[in-house]
């Protein structure tokens, strides 16, 4: 490493990033390549002989930014937000430089300490109960994602139970979620050996926004205990995928704890809105769970990656996931007087990821990070009432945070209650590639998402999307 070639570049590379920012609206919002696209324009192999920087930028510009979907654009409303900031992107620029492996303590201390201290920190500017605190049996981690955070809690609580029930129960445990819950659940089922007959699915309530309903849950626990079965994992929402829906914790705690069953709540995107006093309540209940989720990547200008988890008790996600090899043995470990987080994760290695987190919060300050998150969900008010406004369209749900649920209401004459027409909606406004939407299904309905989180996004860019969306929805029912 040359430490002024270092500087050079890095200043040219800063120069790039700030560019792109500054005309990130030029682009299209999502990715217009076809499947194939670079393979036809990047050489078949590596090249011997070093590249120029100028023919590498040369490269980004014309080859791999059209192949970019921005995330970062203010006209973009898919899915759910991915944040990035000054703040978030010095911290990964640190984490860069330093470039450790902090599996353990020793690997760089400051490394295993921030994380403990901005983890406390954010437990308590969620209120999060003390027992969550490092301070306690419990604590908090950075995983890479609310996918790896739900797997790590499913191995605890397995272990947890398995130790109880016998190491040949495992057939017999049993995973409770809603229809509503992340795909991640199912697929960390798999990985963790749970029997697919055994991932027990509840329809979630449409009358009550897609949240589900505790009774049915009981129900479906009772149904299983007669049969011999072992329930042992309840995962709730707050926030979900399609919806945004919340789940009532107290009540799912409530029936978690009669059955000595481990409670996850996963708040990967809604959790940023509960800094806020006015959306605390949403967590009410989550004194009654075993572990908490959310990703500071998501809405909380935090660059990916960057998903938080806290645990009640520590305890059983070391004894599911610690191993001790000789190689990796030092004197501070083998003391127990420090945290090991390799012992609370799947991979060995990790980053330091916690620098970018500690400097959002600093940069920020919490002030600052609230009145972000409420900007958003008045823009997404905002949008909501737009689409009131029109009669062609409908809200299909309540909104819930920053997200809005609605569709183009289908002539009487469609077959297909509206699918075709609202596919071919957000078809033409994504490829127009002013903005980018996404979509879900909502008892059998299309329906189409807009979700505000983009750091940039104004409130001119929300009426220029729902301009566009009426303009399109216009020449679309023309066509009907
Ligand atoms: N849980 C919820 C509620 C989500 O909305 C998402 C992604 O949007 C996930 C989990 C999965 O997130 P990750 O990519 O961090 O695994």
Redesign the pocket.
Known sequence: MDAEQLRECGHRMVDFIADYYKSIETFPVLSQVQPGYLKELLPDSAPNRPDTLDALFDDIREKIVPGVTHWQSPNYFA??PSNSSTAGFLGEMLSAAFNIVGFSWITSPAATELEVIVLDWFAKMLKLPSQFLSSALGGGVIQ???????LVVLLAARDRTLKKQGKKSLEKLVVYTSDQ????LQKACQIAGIFPENFRVVKADCSNNYAVAPEAVSEAISVDLSSGLIPFFICA?????SSSAVDPLHKLGKIAQAHDMWFHI?????GSACICPEYRHHLDGVEEADSF?M?A??WFLTNF?C?LLWVKDRSHLIEALSTNPEFLKNKASQANSVVDFKDWQIPLGRRFRSLKLWMVLRLYGVENLQSYIRKHIQLAKHFEQLVLSDSRFEVVTPRNFSLVCFRLVPPTSEEDDGRKLNYGLMDTANSSGKIFISHTVLSGKFVLRFAVGAPLTEEQHVDAAWKLLQDEATKLLRSV
């Open positions: 899915y759910y890479g994602t609310a996918s790896e955070a739900v819950t992340h795909s991640a929402t707050v926030g979900t995928t996963d708040a990967a995107y809604a989720n990703n990547h998501k990656d998903s």
